[in-house]
């Protein structure tokens, strides 16, 4: 019943911004931990950024300074602002949420991946 669901992803040139969002919907009784990781062709998933349920952020050291993630509780929403692309991080985009759901445990979901490419 539970699910994420991934938008805002595209085709930008390096330089520019992309605002990713993530809306999770469902039976859903909290919403903890919320992130962002991503997934290039060869490689492995790797983090991008966390923030926790009181707003706690922390960032992969490629992106800091330059991605900022905050999430919306009232609409269950986390969101990635990214600026000053590179092609570096063009990658599959995965929103990622721990959730107690209302008639379980806690639960990591998934959403289903966003592109993002970067390229001029």
């Known amino acids: 019943q539970v699910q994420l669901v991934e938008s805002g992803g595209g085709l930008v040139q390096p330089g520019g911004s992309l605002r990713l969002s993530c809306a999770a919907s469902g039976s859903i009784f909290r919403i903890n931990d919320m992130g962002w990781y991503r997934q290039a062709p060869g490689n492995t998933r790797e983090l991008v950024a966390r923030i926790s349920q009181r707003g706690r952020t922390n960032y992969a050291d490629s992106v800091k300074g330059r991605f900022t993630i905050s999430r919306d509780n009232a609409k269950n929403t986390v969101y990635l602002e990214m600026n000053s692309l590179k092609p570096e991080d063009t990658a599959l985009y995965y929103c990622?949420?721990?959730?107690?759901?209302?008639?379980?445990?806690?639960?990591?979901?998934w959403g289903q991946g966003t592109q993002v490419t970067v390229s001029s």
């Open positions: 990622n949420a721990n959730i107690i759901p209302r008639s379980g445990f806690t639960f990591d979901y």
